[in-house]
């Protein structure tokens, strides 16, 4: 079954639930999926790595507003954000943990021949590639750093 379908799906059992919050997002995530399959030079059809591409953008941008809402106190629009969130996260694919990330990171790093902070560059490349949809940006940076210091 397609994104498409399955969020038509739920935004049917949300309508008839009257979950306001389920259905903000789900409504969200259709225009989203309505834009990418209108956009210029678009087949009318995505693919499952577009599809993860876009789910990963839209919980990027909930995190970041989350961030701005946490750290001026405004807790109303921070639990809006939290929630959207959590329903996105339902149609991701299963982010990997620290460790499985740290792990799938050394490899490319052998890969590439990284060893110092300066090769971040090459390790990113082949590492956002690699791991598209199963872990986000922020983390696979923050962990290449980590790792290439540490290897310093």
Known sequence: MSLE??????????????????????????AAIIIEKTAEGATGTISEADEAKMLQKLA?????????????????L??????????????????????????????IMEQVGAKTPADMGKVMGAATKQLAGKADGKAISEAVKQLLSQGA
């Open 78 to 107: 921070a639990a809006k954000e939290r929630e959207e969130l959590q329903i996105i996260e339902r149609f991701l694919p299963k982010q990997m943990s620290a460790d499985e990330l740290k792990a799938e990171l050394q490899k």
């Open 5 to 30: 379908q399955k969020v038509m799906d739920e935004l049917k059992d949300a309508m008839r639930s009257k979950n306001d919050a389920a259905l903000r997002t789900l409504r969200a995530i259709k």
């Open 60 to 76: 990027k941008q909930r995190r970041d507003s989350l961030d701005i809402f946490e750290k001026q106190n405004r807790e109303d």
